[in-house]
């Protein structure tokens, strides 16, 4: 089981770009969850999908969209980038027991 | 408002000594709360989990206690090596009732470093 992966590992973009992030849950699980971390904070909650529809929401702009696939794996879209988008983007998946979330290996993304 | 608070921000301890984490909640409704261990730069990594019903658990050199009548959790660390320098958070889980969705409440983190 190759647990939650996250894919890039580093990107960097320059203000005003859109990225993309992706995350692929572990086996087993169907939720899927976004999380932004600034340099030493905790993460903030983004937003939670679940079949193919977003179930929660932070708070964060429009401008953060995302979308899960048939096969529960997600994407992160963030559009019109700002300098402070600049942070780690971690992925965490769920299953029915909501005992379980699970934390990828994120993705710092850097905008210049 | 569902608020976790951990204490202290940062620590620094010497290897092989101990120490002891805190985390104060006020969430609800309740479901569970767990401790991580996140290294810089990475996704944080599960140590344990406690239910409303469990006071303690243990997972090697980590010890978590609950207390969900002051609803307030501790992470004591034994024995501490240079491997646990890292940032610890505090996650409660609240149950959303009839729509069986949850929430995740984040602390903001112990940062602790470990000198030889």
């Known amino acids: 089981d190759a647990g939650v992966t996250q894919s890039p590992t580093h990107l960097i973009k320059t203000r005003g770009q859109q990225v993309t992030l992706r995350c692929s849950p572990k086996?087993?699980?169907?939720?899927v969850s976004w999380y932004q971390q600034a340099l030493g904070q905790g993460p903030q909650f983004i937003f939670q999908?679940?079949?193919?529809?977003?179930?929660q929401r932070g708070n964060f702009p429009d401008r953060f969209s995302g979308h899960q696939f048939p096969n529960y794996s997600s994407e992160l879209n963030v559009n019109a980038l700002l300098l402070g988008d600049s942070a780690l983007y971690l992925c965490a998946s769920s299953g029915t027991r909501i005992s379980e979330q699970y934390f990828g290996p994120g993705t710092r993304l850097t905008v210049t | 408002k569902n608020q976790v608070e951990q204490s202290p921000q940062s620590l620094i301890i010497l290897e092989g000594k101990n120490c002891t984490l805190q985390c104060n909640y006020t969430v609800s409704p309740f479901s569970n709360l767990r401790w991580y261990k996140q290294d810089t730069g990475r996704g944080p990594v599960s140590l344990t989990i406690m239910t409303f019903s469990e006071n303690t658990k243990s997972n090697g050199r980590y010890t978590a206690t609950l207390d969900a009548d002051t609803k307030q959790s501790s992470l004591h660390i034994t024995a501490s090596q240079l491997s646990d320098s890292a940032s610890y958070i505090c996650?409660?889980?609240?149950?959303?009732?009839?729509?069986?969705?949850?929430?995740?409440?984040f602390g903001t983190g112990t940062r602790l470093k470990v000198l030889a």
């Open positions: 086996s087993g699980h169907d939720t």
């Open positions: 999908y679940y079949e193919e529809e977003e179930r």
């Open positions: 996650v409660v889980t609240a149950v959303k009732g009839g729509s069986g969705t949850y929430k995740y409440i």
